[in-house]
C-alpha cells in the first residue's frame, strides 16, 4: 500500500509576549486504523523562530479520550534550552508503531510559529 502525507498541525503563532502556551492537535490515523504491518511513521515539523516543546504523541484505542495519549518519546524533536535559542527550520523524525492514532502535542511554548508539521505512514 502505498504512504499517506498528511498536514497534521498548521500555522499557529504565539503571541510573542512570553506566556506559556500549550496546543493538542486533533487526531490522525496511524499505520494501526489501516492494520499496515510495519508501523513505521515520519514527522516533519516546520518551525521559525520557535521555543518549545514538541512531542508526537500517539494512542493505541479506537476513540481515545485525554489519559489515552502517550508521547512517542523518539521523536521529541524541538525542547527549551537553557539559552532559549530560537529554533528555525525542518526537522524530520521516524517512529515505528503499529498506533490507530496520532497526534501533536506543544508544551512549554513561549514563542514563534509552527509553520506546519508532516505525518506520513
Partial sequence: MASTSEIILSN?????????????GSKFKGDGY?????????????????????????????APVEADWFNITTSQMISVDDSSTYNTGSFIYNFTGNYVWVRIKITNWTDGTINSILLNH
Fill in 12 to 24: 499557529q503563532t504565539h503571541p510573542g509576549d512570553s506566556t506559556v502556551s500549550t496546543v493538542s
Fill in 34 to 62: 489501516y492494520s499496515r504491518s510495519d508501523g513505521f511513521h515520519t514527522v516533519q515539523y516546520n518551525v521559525t523562530g520557535f521555543i518549545g516543546t514538541i512531542d508526537a504523541q500517539a494512542s493505541l484505542a479506537d
